[in-house]
Nanobody, 115 residues
């Protein structure tokens, strides 16, 4: 299993970013995928999740209405569109696969929201 995140960066409050997670080494289409984030001194928290076929999604209350998770099963990629970014969104964002009660993580991508 390999998960490779990209798309992070330094942005100003109110800006947008789109994160990507390229997946390989497993049958991507049959597994739900998730995005987590971890800010310094905080525990890793679930941001958004999407079902295997892409029809069902759920979000942390703190990002509802601002973030959108999608997936392209033809490209084995999951995305996180982040709009109206706030300083409290600053964190390392991780792509997650849970398979057979094991968690797989990418290396993470840093998102910094600051004026």
């Amino acid at each position: 299993v390999q998960l490779v995140e990209s798309g992070g960066g330094l942005v100003q409050p109110g800006d947008s970013l789109r994160l990507s997670c390229a997946a390989s080494g497993f049958t991507f289409i049959i597994y739900p995928m998730s995005w987590y984030r971890q800010a310094p001194g905080n525990e890793r928290e679930l941001v958004a999740a999407i079902g295997s076929v892409g029809g069902s999604t759920n979000y942390a209350d703190s990002v509802k209405g601002r973030f959108t998770i999608t997936r392209d099963n033809a490209k084995n990629t999951v995305y996180l569109q982040m709009n109206s970014l706030k300083p409290e969104d600053t964190a390392v964002y991780y792509c997650n696969l849970r398979r057979s009660w094991m968690d797989y993580w990418g290396q993470g991508t840093q998102v910094t929201v600051s004026s």
